[in-house]
């Protein structure tokens, strides 16, 4: 086990949760600007971390029948926001299920880097997933990750 199936706490342990953590901190968000383990002192301020499923799926890519299996909690998650959130997605499956959980088409919400959605009460910002492999590759760079939480920033300070 590694990452959060390790540490208890998502994005802990792993590469994806070093720019995260990074983010996170700059942006108010966070204590800390690094994660080690759920009992190491870091607080979340104004944000939560949830994931698309609640289990550990092969490879760490859930499929649909996980993603459909836990796509309740993720909606009862996302009804106890208060208006105006921002919720951030880390990926294209992030971004899909949050649609799924809101009852809503996915036609009319496509994904793409730092695109906007208003869904209801609250706001979907997507970004590419912080993996090693997006950040490795460029997909993602730390330039484009800042970007995405400067402008979540803003859109909660307004």
């Keep these: 086990m590694h990452g959060a ?23 108010g968000f966070s204590s800390r600007d690094h994660s080690e383990a759920a009992d190491d002192g870091l607080v979340l301020e104004g944000c939560r971390i949830t994931n698309a499923v609640k289990c550990l799926p092969p490879d760490n890519k859930p499929v649909g029948v996980e993603i459909n299996t836990c796509n309740a909690y993720l909606e009862n998650e996302l ?37 906007l959605h208003d869904i209801g009460p609250i706001r979907l910002l997507d970004s590419y997933h912080c993996s ?16 995405i939480f400067a402008a979540a920033r803003d859109l909660l300070d307004k």
């Design 5 to 27: 199936n390790r540490t208890g706490r998502p994005f802990t342990g792993d590469h994806a949760g070093i720019l995260l953590f990074q983010m996170l901190h700059k942006y």
């Design 132 to 147: 090693r492999y997006n950040t490795n590759t460029g997909r993602l760079t730390e330039a484009m990750f800042d970007e």
């Design 79 to 115: 009804s106890l926001l208060p208006q105006g959130a921002v919720v951030m997605a880390l990926g294209g499956i992030a971004h899909r299920a949050i649609i799924k959980a809101r009852g809503l088409r996915q036609a009319d919400f496509k994904f793409g880097h730092a695109a």
